[in-house]
């Protein structure tokens, strides 16, 4: 069975405190990907990387930072925590996106900054 | 650019209703693929279907029926008989081979109740 897997279903930091959200895969796929959902405004890409140390801004990347050392691990970095960085986090994994299943997604983190 | 437009931001229906969920899309390329994925509570988008743009025949999925247009550019997603366990959001989603990405429409929430 096929797995995306985040460090955390649920998570509450402070204001400024750096955070950082785990994404690991077991397919072996290159291409990792990381996205926010807000109501109203749907998944909106905020870093993807498609090979180890390979890494391209989203739609949304002002604040946040990527990290990809290992092929199954892509870690998203909020170096200061904002408060309109609460929100739904989104991994995701694919080989080529027109084939299979598009990309397989992870269970979600679901921050909240205070 | 690619873009994708879910109009419908949220559907109430009672079971036993059929249900159909509206994707636009626009892109100037001519291959291209097009999915439907279901985001249900527990928040994991899982996928149901991918089209690519060469094959324009209609799908039936059990109660889950797709209905591919190009010359609307619209492929809707009609749930037959529609069931609590329906409730859930749904994605519409396009890609067209500019880089690994895949542009999601806004999501349209589906209620189904008793």
């Known amino acids: 069975d096929v797995k995306v897997t985040q460090s955390s279903r649920y998570l509450v930091k402070r204001t400024g405190e750096k955070v950082f959200l785990e994404c690991v895969q077991d397919m072996d796929h290159e291409n990792m990907f990381w996205y926010r959902q807000d109501p109203g405004l749907g998944l909106r890409l905020i870093y993807f990387?498609?090979?180890?140390?390979?890494?391209e801004k989203g739609d949304i990347p002002e604040g946040y930072s990527v990290s990809r050392e290992k092929k199954e691990r892509f870690s998203l970095i909020l170096e200061s925590a904002s408060t309109n960085q609460t929100s739904m986090y989104l991994c995701?994994?694919?080989?080529?996106?027109?084939?299979?299943?598009?990309?397989?997604f992870g269970p979600g983190t679901r921050l909240t900054v205070t | 650019a690619q873009k994708v437009t879910q109009a419908q931001t949220e559907i109430s229906v009672v079971e036993k209703e059929d249900v159909t969920l509206d994707c636009v899309y626009e892109?100037?390329?001519?291959?291209?693929?097009l999915f439907w994925y279901k985001q249900p509570p527990s928040g994991e988008l899982v996928f149901l279907i991918r089209?690519?743009?060469?094959?324009?025949q209609n799908e039936i999925s059990g109660r889950y029926s797709w209905n591919f247009q190009k010359s609307t550019s619209s492929f809707n997603f009609t749930i037959t008989a529609s069931q609590v366990v329906d409730s859930a959001v749904y994605f519409c989603a396009l890609y067209t081979g500019g880089g690994n990405k895949l542009t999601f429409g806004t999501g349209t929430q589906l209620k189904v109740e008793l």
């Open positions: 995701a994994s694919s080989l080529h996106p027109g084939t299979g299943v598009g990309q397989y």
């Open positions: 892109t100037r390329d001519t291959t291209y693929y």
């Open positions: 089209r690519n743009s060469f094959d324009e």
């Open positions: 990387s498609y090979d180890v140390k390979m890494k």
